[in-house]
Structures are given as structure tokens and as C-alpha cells.
């Protein structure tokens, strides 16, 4: 990138551009082609998302809550909302990208001292950059700090899904894995220990281009027609910042192509309570059936306290409970257990967030 | 707003929706109403930079890079600058405002278990809002986030006009000043001094809306289907910094409205280095009239460091250089240190910035 | 608080005293008002962290990285781990407190232009304040940043513990509780569902006052003798962070003191990879007794990774291997797989943590 | 730095320690180095703070608050103030990089589960370092926080240091100026043109040492017993931090020691007002002599206000003034108009900084 910048740059210099003029340009252009890696980056991942959401569209998890088992959901659910989010961040990213199109040939405070407006148009027009509609010695960088919390915005989903995925992949629950080639070692004390070091990696690298964004604020107040203090600044962190973003989504389209899911576990982990998860849709269907509310949330908080601290399957005692069955009968206690019921939306959740057809 | 969020939130209740659902969607609401304020804050504050921006249109000012004196411009660039600035914070925060007017009524994970889409689509068109294409307990807070990165950019924006006061109010500068009530006390022990005290107010309430953005980014990954650490964080960052980005452009919209200009101030420091800000024009004319840039180089420079350390006029000693004059005749040297030639353009950077045709 | 400081600078300016004097040297006692409540809510804390440590010091528990389970560790180790932390907190905080007990009666610029050193030092006495060595209209701000970022590294080690009994409190996991009052009601959808709220609310609260660290840090370089952009930052971030770490110190003890642990859990827990966490020591055990470590290597690998795959007990397999049993024997093999192996230096550990004897 | 480290590491391979324990305590060794550079540099620019404060010590300059001209101050004040705020730094400085001079051989969770506590303490020993009372398999990342921390209040105060000089060289102010080699050329444009772009780079740097500060903290509450995502943040921001600091102590002691200060243009600034900085001083004695004070401050702001705004002498306009006269004699209102008055008390409070004797 820097040298494509230098040539461009030197090119310049013949016209008899001033040097600030040139930087800013420059940095444009170089920008501009950071910001095309990363675009096609967060489509490449959002590809990869698509497609596993639909794999995964029908296969039952449980859905947690404070990190409390709550009610089913299913795996594919999760993908699609990974998936809404980024479609969210390519948006900003693009807005905030546009506003970082601008060249500005406008000379030492911005007021075309010595070359005339005809001249950055031109120019800019070369370069597919539209002229800064004013500048002062520098392109204004409230730009440039919204550009960086786009990239702020992106790392943030990526860690999001990174730090889910460390979740599922605990030793307890187990429901998801990094990829991890056959050749690989493990720890090399526990030789059967995989740990999801991509994703805390990306977990980590999430803090850093955050971080960055608190320092581009900064920049935005220079003094009068410009002070250089940003300069060093976006040295760092334009770089640091786009990189960065640019390796999380390769990583992230490397872990999510390659996740390694286990179904079975997941379906273990939704009968792990042993019903409780239930205990909302049976209170619903008691009231429905007739009970008092009030009877019914007794009733079914009894065993479901119980059933929490001692083990003993909920459904089971709820079957058994002759209050329950005057209002409830086997197979509609049955109904008030099915994971079914909860899942009756899922396609039409999908068509809002995937709105055209897709080949899947 | 807190009281009309309750009443509503208590009409939910009777169509038997979940207190998440709740919450989220009535802070919908809320931001909504927020946000509306801030809009016209933005608003009012433009109005009246563009009114300012034409009435110092052709107001001579120096240009300072670094704090040195660079070329003149005027001032009103200044304040067309900052109007455009505040043009791409309208439509960002339009753009981030927009994400926020979303609803949930989706029930504890999101998929809709005990109430159907429907419902959350009738309820959200009452309320004029969007309903979240898919969510999981709660609407995802990547959008608090970039509503929180909007604000900060106000801001930002609002501090870079409001240090830029404070310079211009300096003791040795006097160009501008903060309005002063004609009955106001100046300092108890200094009765003359006034203070930039609601620029200084600005400036410093701009850090505490760009260090909440910092706490907004971390409530992004929450843990799986939620986790409620958000909460407590959007309690005091949500309301804190739409209630100061307000007050903020309130406080501006006055400060500029009624901001003090001396224009005489202007033209003297225009003319307090003697004209050595026109030494970069001079070379320039030189080279243009035959003289080697080395030469002149030498030339300009020989008379500029004389002048700047002595306090003797530069373009008297220019006009007393036989070397030079073999180059340049009086008029031909008064025409260098003309300030017009670098005002040519002002009226073509306004029409850029205030593109549509305005009374004034 | 405030009412205390009013009073006290109304007898100041009976002194003449000038308002920023007054200001500045009120903020001190403050300050120092709520640092003591601090420190003292950080003895609370230590205390019901050494109580507990001392408590479940032999409770045996796995001990987990990147999620995944390692070895064998004690619950008492990670009290006493906070415990540790907390020390080194507490001596940091009293550092950072110690440096705003400073007074400052220097008058408009720090020169003591009206009022004399003596008066300062006589005033700063009878307060219990050291006078500010030198001192500008105020006194340097390095000295609040310090402060928030010893509130705001309270603030993490908290987090730290919230997060961890979060972790803990997982359906999947269940190994610790939050405090539950008998009486108190479980989520209203589902009855059993006890969420760690407060331990959520601790981990959000942490941003804030990390966030607040920030806008503290830009208020060090004011302008010359003083400009007043501090004052607005420092009427949000200064009772703000005190009052949130104090209150989260307070949740803290209160979470700590009624922490329900189950000690069978934690010991199913350990259980759970059906000695797959030994491992490590089978591979040092059987180097130690003659075979080859990449020997040792594979066969460990090969068990451990069909164990975890399958689910076949690690420990039964290495029993029935013969290449295993030629160079350990039965006795020798449960050895490799004591949990009590790991945990000989514990006491060793909490003599070096708590390292006066307790009555413990 | 990095082969030194692994050189050592390679030597403790060969004691069999794990991974985990040569990263955590290689770091410290690193950290080490780089901290007794930093230490080095303190003192450094320490010892040229204190020749320069002494040098300048009385010379007189004018106090600004607000950026508006207030009392006299001396610019040898200015220099012992940030000397003093250096030595706060200093001492900061060298208690967080002793909290991370621990070492740590304790294993995969640090129960010393392989090799016992005395083996930690002799490694330790050996390399200077002490053993950590406790750790988990990680050294607790509390105090890495607090190491950043204190590198970003260094950064802070050299930000300080840098701004206020970038308000002294300010064309209408030039009391102060950067080091200018003879040779060296000025801006390209305007040969006379020299700017302060060393203390805009400092202040630039800052806000990055400030921002990776954000990223620390955000590292201390890792999961259980360790997860890996503060290793991607501290491969850059400590490298980053140390770095950093070390440049900008560097690049200010070079600032202060080559620091070009014009008295005579210090002088002149304090006349600038035409004695409107002295009102203070003459309401307190006309106060003195018996005026009421409402009458005193109604004559003084009267006078000063038409001063302020005319440009006409204070000083004259009060010594015509017959109420005035009424109190005051020629030689009692010379004395109200006198600097010296200010700076009886220099010479204390640079004993009160500068506590030892030195030589100058």
C-alpha cells in the first residue's frame, strides 16, 4: 500500500501540490483500498453465515439467559442474528468508507490560495475522489473517527461471536468447537485439551481497535486551521485499526466455515433440565385450562424448586401431580413439554432477516 | 419521558407481554423522543451557523497552522466549515437514530414462543416503529453503540467549535468573544476579565459523551440470548449523553448566535508579522518572473528570518532589495502582499457548503 | 457531603480566601469523605474473602482455562486469589488518596499573590490536609487521574469476581449461587430461574467507572494557569465513580458473605472428563518410570482424544492398556489419576496470601 | 529486548517448566528492561527541568487563566511545576513497575501441581524478580492495568508539558519556541515559518499511551483460571506503551533542555493589558486605604471595562481618577501596579519543590 501511495504522491508533486494536500489525498486513496479488503471481508463472512444458518435453521439448542438455561431456540437462530448484525456493519462501514473518499487540493488553510477549485476537481475526479466541499489545511477529522468506530462496530460483532462460541465450546457444555486439523497438537500437558485460542484472540484484538477509536475522538479539535498533533496518531491507528479488522474477519470466516457443531449435544443440553424449561409454557396452559393463575404458579414453582435442587425430573412430578391433571391431560401435558411449539416462527424469522430468496 | 414510557408500558402488560420485551421497545420509544430533540438542536445550531457564515463571509481573518500565522482566510469559512461539519453529524445521527426506532415483542429468547410475529408487527406500527428483523432476549446493542458513536461525534464537533473560541478569545488574540450580559460581573478579583467558561464547559462535557461511547462498545457481546450487564451501563449512559449532547447544542446555538466579533482585531493580526504570512505568494511571483527558486528561495527567506526576529517590516525590506526588483515592480510586489488574490474562492467554497440557494 | 463542604467554604471566605482556593481545597475533604468509605468497604470485603477462602480452602473444584478443563485446583485458591488482589488494590487506592488530601490556598495563579504560604499551611493543618507543594490556579489534575484509575482498578478486580460466579452459576455448571432470599421470586416466566443480576450489574457498573478513567486522563493538560474544562468533567466522573465503587463494593461483600457453593457439584464437576484431567501427570509418570516421552506421548493421546470423542471412561482405558501396565501398576496408575497430587501446596499458598496467622 | 527473553526462556525449558510460567515471568524480565529506560528518562528530563526552572526562575511572565491574562507569574514556576508533577510520576511509576517485577513457576493452574513453591522461589531469586503470592496460569493482569496506567499519567504530563509550549510559540504570544537547528529548514511555503510539530507529536502520542490504557483494563477479568485474550492485546500495547513513553521523555527533555524562551517578549505580554492585571491588587488596596468596597470595585471596573475595550492606559486612567486619589497617592498606586509584589514568595515554593539543596 505505502509504495502504490508514494508513486501516486510524487506523481503529484509536479503539479506543484503542497505536501498537505498530498497527504491527505493519499491517505484517501490508501484508505479507500483498506476499506474495499475489508467490504469484501465482512461479504465473505456474511456468505459463510448465510450458509450455515441454513444448515443449522432447525437444529435445537437451548436458548440461556444470564447464563441460565431459558427456552429452546436453535442454532441456526443464532447464525442469523450473527448475520443481521454484520449486514448491519457492512451498512455503516459503506457510509462511513463514502465519507472517507475525499481529497482536498485546497492548499496551506483551505481557501485555494494558489490553485484554483478547477484543479481538485480534476483531480480528484482521477482518483474516483470527491473534493472535500471544504477543508481547512486538512480534511476534517470527525471523518476519520467515524470511520473508525465502524471498524469499532465490526470488531465488537466479531467478538461477539467469538466469545459465543468460546461459551459453547466449554467443557460443560460442548455444543460447538473450533475447527481444528487433524495433524494439530493439543496442549501439550493434556494432549486431549483443544482451547478456542482463535477466539479469544479475536476477543482480545476487539479491545485494541476500540481502544483506537477513543484516541481518534481526540483528533477531531485541532487548533484553528489545523495543528499536526492527529498526525501521529492515525500513523498508529489507521493502520493498526484496518489491519486488525481485516484479519478478525478472515479469522472469523476461517471459524465459523470450519465450526465444528455437535447436535447431540445440544439436544442433551436442552433435556438437562429435565423439563424445567418448560415450566413457563406449562404456567400458560394451566391459565389457559382454567386454573387461576395464581393456583398454577404455586403449583408448578413447588416442583420446579424441587425438581432444581434435587434432580428428580419435573415433567415426571408434574405428571404425577393429581392437581395438575384435573385441568391437564397426558397428552396435552405432553404439548406444554414439546420443544416444537417454540420453534413455530423460525422460518419466518429467517425470511425477514435473509429477505430474498436464496439457493439454499 | 420516563412517565409516558410507564403509562405505556403498563398498557402492554394487559396484552400479556414479557417485562424484556417491554423494556426494550419503551427505551425505543424513549431514544425516539430523545432523539427528536437533539435533531432540532442540530437544527437550530446550523440555522444559525449559516446565518453567521454569511454575515462574516468577507471577514478578513488570518489563518494559523501550528498556532503560527499561515495565509488570510475569513471568517466566515470558519463557520461554514463548522456548518458542514454539522451537516454530516445531521445525517449520521439521522442514520444512527433510524437503528434505534426498532421494537421487540418476541418473547424471552426470541422466537416468538407465546406470542406470534404478528402481534409484535400490529404493536410496533402503533408505535411508529420498526420491528427488529430478528432478536434474541433483547434488541442486539451494536445499535446503542452507534447511536452513542453518533453522539460523541456531535460532540466532538461542538468542542472543536467551542476550543476554537477559547483560542480566539485570548488575551493576545481578542477576535472573538463569548456573548457577556451587559449587566454580567466579570471575575470578583479581575472586574474585566471574561472568561470563555461555556466554551470550557463544552470542551470538557465532550469527554464524558465520548468515554461513555467507551462503555456502550463493551455491552455489545453479550452472553447468548442476553446477558443483563447492559443495564445498568444504558441507565446512566443513555439518558447522560442525549441530556448533554443537548444541552451541549443549545449552549452552542447561543454561543454563536450571539459570539462577539472584532473585526478590527482580525485585520491587525492579519498584519502582525508585517507581511511576512505573504512570503510563500512572494516566491511564488519570483520563480514567475524569471528568478531561480533557489535564489529567491534564499532571498525570501534571508528577509523573512531578519524581519521575524527583529520586528522589521518584511515587505519594506522586500521592496528595498535591489535583487528582487530586478524581478518585481512596486505594484508587482504590492500585488504578492495583496490578501485578496487569496480570497478569490471564498464565494465558490460557499456555494459548495450551502448548496441550495439561501435569502441571504 | 455537600452540605458539609458549603459550610466549611463559607467559614473560608471569611478568610478571603478566593472561590478557587475554596473549591479545590473542599473537593479534598470530599474526597477524602468518600475515600474512607471506600477503604473501608474494602476491609469488608477482604475480610469475608479471607473468611471464605479459609473456608473452602480444601473444597476441591477444576480448575479451567480458555474454558476448557485443566487440573484439579480449590475454590479457596480463588478466594484467596481476589483476596490477593484486593491487598494490592487497597495499597494503591491509599496511594491515590493520599495524593488528593492536598490543600491550595495559593490564590489566582499559584503565587501566593495575596495571601501568604504561612496561611495556607495553618488552614491546610487544621483540615488534615498536606499543602500542594506548587500549585497553578488549581492543583494539578494528574492527581485525580490517578484516583479514578485506582477506583476503576477496584472496579475491574470486582468485575473479575462477578464474572467469575457468573461463570460459575451456568445451568451447565451450577457449582456456585448468588445469595437468594427465601422468599424471593425466581423469574416470573420461569419459576426456578435464578439469575445472577447482581453479579451482571457489577460487571456493567465496572465499564462505567473504566469509561469515566478516560475523560479524567484529558483533564490533566489544562491551559497555563488553569482553564475550567475540568470542572464539568469532574462534577459527573468524581461523585459518580466513588458512589458506583462503593456501592459495588457493597454488593460485592454482600455476595461473597451469602455465596452458595455446592461442594458436590464441584466435585462432579471434576469428574466430569472421566479423568481425562490427569493426563498430564500420567505423561509424567510414566517418563519417570522408563518410557519414551514420545511414547508416553501417543499412547496418552490416543486414549484421552477416543475418551473425549466417545465419552469411554480415560482412566478404565489406561488401566487395560499392556503397554501402559508394563511400566505402572494398578497402585501406581490411581496415583497418577489423585486429585490430591495437585492440591499439596495450598496451605503453602494461603500462608503466602494471608501471611500474618489468622484465627482461622 | 525479544532475544534476550528467549534465550532465557530456552535455558528454562530445560527445567522443565511449562509454557504459561516462562511467558508470564520472560515478561516480567522484559518489562524490566524497558522499565529502568523509562526510569532513566524520568530522571532525565527531571534534571533538566530543575536547570531550567532555576534559570528562569524570576523571570517574569504573565499568569493566564482561561487563557486570558491574569497575575504575573515567573516562567521558572511553570518548569517546577511540571518538574514536581514529574516526580509524582516518578514514584507512581516505580511502584506499578515493581508490582511487575513478580515472577511466576507455579504451573498449568498455579497449584504448583508438578514442581513445588521452592523452585519458583529460587528461579525467582535468581532473576531478581519476586515469586507472586498467588496466581492462577497467569500472573493477575491487575497489574499490567496499573503499569499502563501509570505510563499513560507520564504521557499525560508530557502532554502537558508539550501543549503549554505550543501556546507560547503561538505567533501572538512568542514567548517560548521548540529547538530550531541553524540549518534546519522552515515550512517549504513560508521560510520563516517554524512550528512546534515536536509538541504536537507529543501530544498525538499521548492520546495512543491513553487509549491502549482503555484496552488494559479491559484484560483483567479473565475467565476462570485463565483464557488467552489479553496475550493479542499486550503484544501490542505494551511494546506500543513502553516504546512510546520512552520516545516522548526523550523527545521532551531534548524540548526543554534546547527550549528557546524570550524574556523580553514575556515582558512585554505582561505589559500588554496596560496594567488591567494589576485591578485585583488595586481593589484590595483602595480597599485597604479605607474606600468601601462597592465603591472601590465600581471606580476599578469602571476604568478597567474602558481600558479593556479603548485600549487606553489602566494605569494612567486611575492616577487621574480624583476619587481615587482620595486614597491613594503616586507612589501607593505605582506600588498596586507593581510585579514584584506577586513574587515575594518565589523563593518558597521552588524550596518547597526542589526540597534538597542543589547547586544551582
Known amino acids: 500500500m505505502r509504495s502504490a501511495g508514494a508513486e501516486e504522491a510524487s506523481r503529484w508533486l509536479h503539479y506543484g501540490l503542497t505536501s498537505n494536500d498530498i497527504v491527505d ?3 484517501a486513496l490508501l484508505v479507500g483500498q483498506a476499506s474495499e479488503l475489508i467490504e469484501n471481508g465482512i461479504a465473505g463472512l456474511a ?4 450458509r450455515r444458518a441454513f444448515e443449522f435453521k432447525d437444529t435445537v439448542q437451548i436458548g440461556r ?3 441460565i438455561h431459558a427456552e429452546p431456540i436453535t442454532f441456526g437462530l443464532k447464525l442469523a442474528l450473527w448475520y443481521d448484525e454484520l449486514q448491519r456493519n457492512l451498512h455503516r462501514f459503506r457510509e462511513a468508507s463514502l465519507e472517507m473518499r475525499v481529497g482536498k487540493i485546497s492548499g496551506a488553510v483551505g481557501t485555494f490560495g494558489h490553485i484554483g477549485p478547477e484543479a481538485e476537481e480534476r483531480i480528484c475526479a482521477r482518483l474516483h475522489l470527491e473534493p472535500a466541499p471544504i477543508a481547512s489545511q486538512v480534511i476534517s477529522r ?10 469499532a462496530l465490526i470488531a465488537a460483532t ?6 459465543e462460541i468460546r461459551h459453547l465450546q466449554r467443557t460443560e457444555v460442548r455444543e460447538a468447537e473450533e475447527p481444528f486439523a487433524p495433524g494439530q497438537k493439543g496442549s501439550s500437558a493434556m494432549p486431549h485439551k483443544r482451547n478456542p485460542v482463535t477466539c479469544e484472540q479475536i476477543c482480545g484484538l476487539a479491545r485494541v481497535v476500540r481502544s483506537n477509536l477513543q484516541a481518534a475522538f481526540e483528533d477531531i479539535p485541532l487548533w484553528h486551521e489545523r495543528d499536526i498533533s492527529h498526525s501521529s496518531v492515525e500513523r498508529i491507528i489507521l493502520p493498526d485499526s484496518t489491519i486488525l479488522v481485516d484479519y478478525m474477519l478472515a479469522k472469523t470466516q476461517w471459524l465459523i466455515s470450519g465450526l465444528r457443531i455437535s447436535a447431540a449435544r445440544m439436544q442433551q443440553n436442552v433435556e438437562l433440565t ?3 424449561i418448560f415450566s413457563g409454557q406449562l404456567l400458560l396452559d394451566l391459565s389457559a385450562a382454567g386454573m387461576l393463575r395464581e393456583d398454577a404458579y404455586k403449583v408448578v414453582q413447588g416442583h420446579a424448586m424441587e425438581s432444581w435442587e434435587s434432580g428428580i425430573g419435573f415433567q415426571a412430578a408434574i405428571e404425577a401431580d393429581p392437581e395438575v391433571r384435573k ?8 404439548e406444554s413439554f414439546s420443544v416444537r411449539r417454540y420453534l413455530i416462527h423460525v422460518d419466518r424469522i429467517f425470511q425477514r432477516v435473509f429477505r430474498t430468496t436464496t439457493a439454499y
Not at 456468505?47 to 448465510?50: A, F, G, I, N, P
Open 327 to 334: 385441568y391437564l391431560n397426558q397428552n396435552q401435558i405432553a
Open 142 to 151: 470527525d471523518r476519520h473517527a467515524h470511520y473508525l468506530s465502524a471498524l
Open 274 to 276: 429435565k423439563g424445567l
Open 158 to 163: 466479531l467478538e461477539k461471536i467469538a466469545l
Open 25 to 27: 489525498t493519499a491517505q
Open 47 to 50: 456468505e459463510v453465515l448465510e
Open 65 to 67: 439467559t444470564h447464563g
